[in-house]
Each structure stands twice: as C-alpha cells, then as structure tokens.
C-alpha cells in the first residue's frame, strides 16, 4: 500500500493517549505528520505520552470528544480511537461507551466532511458478537445479543459503522472501518481486565493466574505494532472496509496462561473462575480482506510479543496493581 499519509499532512486522532492511540501517535510521528491528539484521560494516561510533550508535530487536546473537538485549522485525516474497550470498562464506564460511539462519531464524520478528510473509525471484532462462524470474514453479520452485559460495547460500535456508512453513502466522505481484533503490548493498564495484563501482572507478582472457565475458550492475539501497520494501510487506503485487523494465531485462553507462566519464570498456579455472561467461545479473524486490500501480514510471533510485553509490565508498569 503506498504512502499517502505523511510530512506535511495534519491529523486528528481521538483516544491518542490509549493503548493503541498512542502507539498510532508514535507512527504517524514517525512518517512526519503532524498529530493533534484528542483525549479526556477517562481510560489512558498521561505517561502514554509523555516521551511526546515535547515533540512540535505533537499536541495534545484535553477534552471530551461526546461533547465536540474543540479543534481549528486543517486536518487532512481523521482516526476515531476514543473508547474505553476493556470488559471491566462495560459496566463502568457503560454509558460513556456508548456515547462516545454515537455522538463522538458524529463529531468526527463532520469535522471529517467540513474538510474532505479521509476518516478511519476503530470498530472491534465485538461486532461479531458471540460467533457462530469461525474464523469470522467481514460478510457476517455477528451474534450480538442487544441487551446482555457486553451490548453497551458492541452495539455502540455497531452503531458507529453505520454511521460512518451512512457518512459515505450519502455524504459522499471517505470514511474506512477497521474491526480490531484482541490486540496486546506495553502500554496495555495492567488492571484493564483484559486477559494478558491480568496474566502477565499475576505471573510477575507470583499470584495464581485467574483463568475463566475451563480455559478452553480462544482468542487470537496480535501484537500492537502489526496493528499499528494494519491500520495506517487503511489510512493509506480509499477502502471504506469493514476489513478485519488482527492475528490467526489462535490460543486458547489456558495455553496463553501456561505460556506467560514459562516466559515470566514464574511459580504462579492457575485457577479457575466462572466464565462471564456472553463471553465469546471463539474468536479468529479470517484475514483474507486485510490481506488482499492492504498487503496485511502480522509479523510478530506470540512468543516474541509476549516477552515484549512482559518486559514493558516488569520494568514500567505497576505489576501488583491489577491484584
Ligand atoms: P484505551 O482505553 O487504552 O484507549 C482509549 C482512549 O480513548 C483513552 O486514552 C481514553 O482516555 C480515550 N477516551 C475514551 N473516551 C473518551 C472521550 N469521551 N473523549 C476523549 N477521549 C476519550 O483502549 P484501546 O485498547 O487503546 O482501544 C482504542 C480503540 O480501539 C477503541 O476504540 C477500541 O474500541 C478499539 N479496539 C481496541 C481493541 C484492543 O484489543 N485493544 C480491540 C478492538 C477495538
């Protein structure tokens, strides 16, 4: 995919000081954009960022997207990453899902159509909801049930594809869906509830790793930095998608457990707690689309990410916060 996004060109970016969003700030950075960061701090941190303060292509807009951007000035890319998207975020946080799905969509599908901009909008593989086609292509249309514990996430993100389909059809705005599946690295909080942060801070504080279920249940787990790649070849791209981003390696929840038990050296047991309501059974994305319309091709290996990862919560994050 060549290189359309660059120096020279402005770009907005929601929930930069998350996970990803501040992962996608470095790479854009890296090509020599300008980034403006928009972000309330509701999910991410400041030390997300902080190696970034002082870099001139880089501003950060403290703000909440659900009420506006309180932006100016050009922008010839839009990224909507502003989510919370950790299961513990469901309830917590439910109704600012949902909001920031719906009405800070619209903000961005706006701004996007007042400037001409091509705008790529975070969807999830929780779209697909509780499978029943395995792996998943972006032709099904899921098994999400609208009033279960999960739906605040996955419809809010449902919504906010057909609002930007409905921003291209009949807005004629260059918008591009990417559905993001489970996704991993350093920066990851390591009380998000997501299953490696809470593995990795157990092993390293030598607590018994909370496995749900039998931990027959998988998911596929793709390092931030091949996200990152997959989602800038959207940018790059005029594809509206919904394309599927993430790995085909599928895990099972207790071999990822084992796995950081080894890589950490650690003397952790491995308990079993009850699966949560609607906890999806499995979950692969069939890359085929990513792969044809973006030359996708996720070059990490698990082993290799996870000792990245174990290494960034070792040295930087606080591996007993998540106990
Ligand atoms: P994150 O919680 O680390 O990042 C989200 C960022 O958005 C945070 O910095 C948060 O402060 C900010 N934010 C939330 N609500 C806001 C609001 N109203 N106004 C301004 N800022 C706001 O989550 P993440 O894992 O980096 O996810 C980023 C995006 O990718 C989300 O849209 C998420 O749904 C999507 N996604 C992530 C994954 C994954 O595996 N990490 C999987 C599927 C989809």
Redesign the pocket.
Known sequence: MAQRYGTGDRILL??????????LSDALLARGAEVVV????????RE?IAHLVDEPRFTLVE?????GLPVTGRFDAVL???????PT?FEK?AF??M???SA?TFHCLELAREQGARLV??????AYGDPEVHPQPETYRGNVNPIGPRSV?DEA?RFAEAAAAGYRRIHDVDTGI???????GP???PD?G?AIPTFVSQALAGAPITVHGTGGQTRSI?Y?SD?VDGILAMLDSAEPGPVNL?SEHELTMRELAETIVELTGSRSTISYLPRPTDDPELRRPDLTRARELLGFAPAVSPADGLARTIEWFATVASPTSAL
């Open positions: 929601t929930g930069g000081a998350g996970f990803v969003g501040s992962h928009v972000d309330n701090f509701l999910t991410g941190s997300n703000a909440d997207v659900i009420d909507h990453f502003a989510s919370p998207a950790s975020d946080l600012e899902v909001k920031v799905n800070g909008l975070a969807s999830t593989s929780e996430y993100k990417v559905r993001i599946f489970n996704t991993y920066r990851m909080r998000d997501r793709c931030v996200l993430g």
